[in-house]
């Protein structure tokens, strides 16, 4: 499959998002709300749930699946509010001792005035300092679009994990092209110059592993398969980290990861 196909199945309206996995991975879900600065930002959910009876923090940037739900979630771009109350609950995950796991799919941060206006910028910025602090194993998995600093803000974990047609992307190949070639009709070509894919991503060291899709999926019904797999995959990893973290290791080989880029 081309990169440019594997950008239109991440983009795919019925391709299930945060919300869905949360719901077929986690048992229990109870959804949190707010920064406890200025309000609740609908692009981002997140809460507790349990992952083989064990709780775990769950959050992620959530699109809608209709004209009315995406205007709701604002397109799966979040604001500043999004990003500190991601924040506040991976606070809380250290405080009680629980695991974090993020879901991604996001297009990029919104950049309105009045995101720029609440420091869109420094909520960025403060997340990926602050995860790079946190003392509670953090993965990472990209569903869907991994879009810019509004994706990496979620993603500064001690794995990153991504679903076989996600991209991940300093930009979209639209901007990408528009930028390079000053027109944005050669997104196919800036697709493949760029190396978005999972696979590409994975050669190249910058995420720990893909998950499979089956072919041709679309909706939930077909993710079973991916469903099932993730929650396996991540029990065990969540348990090496606490292993990790019981042993003074975790923070230092997150650290690791990172600087290594």
Same mark, same amino acid.
């Given at each position: 499959?081309?990169?440019?196909?594997?950008?239109?199945?991440?983009?795919?309206?019925?391709?299930?998002?945060?919300?869905?996995?949360?719901?077929?991975v986690f048992d229990g879900f109870i959804e949190l709300h707010g920064d406890r600065v200025f309000g609740?930002?609908?692009?981002?959910?997140?809460?507790?749930?349990?992952?083989?009876?064990?709780?775990?923090?769950?959050?992620?940037?959530?699109?809608?699946?209709?004209?009315?739900? $995406?205007?709701?979630?604002?397109?799966?771009?979040?604001?500043?509010?999004?990003?500190?109350?991601?924040?506040?609950?991976?606070?809380?995950?250290?405080?009680?001792?629980?695991?974090?796991?993020?879901?991604i799919n996001t297009p990029g941060a919104y950049c309105g005035i009045g995101a720029e206006e609440r420091g869109q910028g420094e909520a960025i910025a403060r997340n990926i300092l602050?995860?790079?602090?946190?003392?509670?194993?953090?993965?990472?998995?990209?569903?869907? +679009?991994?879009?810019?600093?509004?994706?990496?803000?979620?993603?500064?974990?001690?794995?990153?994990?991504?679903?076989? $047609?996600?991209?991940?992307?300093?930009?979209?190949? +639209?901007?990408?092209?528009?930028?390079?070639?000053?027109?944005?009709?050669?997104?196919?070509?800036?697709?493949?110059?760029?190396?978005?894919?999972?696979?590409?991503?994975?050669?190249?060291?910058?995420?720990?592993?893909?998950?499979?899709?089956?072919? $041709?999926?679309?909706?939930?019904?077909?993710?079973?398969?991916?469903?099932?797999?993730?929650?396996?995959?991540?029990? +065990?990893?969540?348990?090496?980290?606490?292993?990790?973290?019981?042993?003074?290791?975790?923070?230092?080989?997150?650290?690791?990861?990172?600087?290594?880029?």
């Open positions: 499959m081309r990169a440019i196909d594997r950008v239109k199945a991440a983009r795919r309206q019925d391709r299930p998002g945060a919300a869905e996995f949360i719901g077929a609740d930002d609908k692009a981002v959910i997140g809460g507790v749930a349990f992952l083989d009876c064990r709780p775990v923090t769950v959050i992620g940037i959530q699109k809608g699946k209709t004209v009315d739900e $995406n205007i709701g979630r604002n397109f799966g771009m979040p604001h500043p509010e999004g990003y500190r109350k991601a924040l506040r609950l991976m606070r809380q995950a250290e405080k009680f001792g629980r695991p974090v796991v993020t879901f602050e995860m790079l602090r946190i003392d509670t194993p953090i993965v990472a998995v990209v569903v869907g +679009e991994g879009g810019s600093g509004g994706a990496l803000a979620l993603a500064a974990a001690d794995e990153v994990w991504m679903l076989e $047609n996600a991209v991940y992307y300093i930009s979209s190949p +639209e901007s990408f092209s528009a930028i390079l070639w000053k027109t944005a009709a050669k997104s196919e070509q800036a697709a493949e110059v760029m190396r978005l894919t999972s696979g590409d991503l994975l050669e190249l060291g910058v995420i720990e592993r893909v998950i499979s899709e089956a072919e $041709n999926a679309s909706g939930p019904a077909d993710f079973q398969g991916c469903f099932d797999a993730l929650k396996a995959t991540l029990a +065990e990893k969540l348990r090496e980290l606490e292993e990790r973290r019981n042993a003074g290791e975790l923070l230092a080989k997150r650290r690791e990861r990172f600087a290594g880029f």
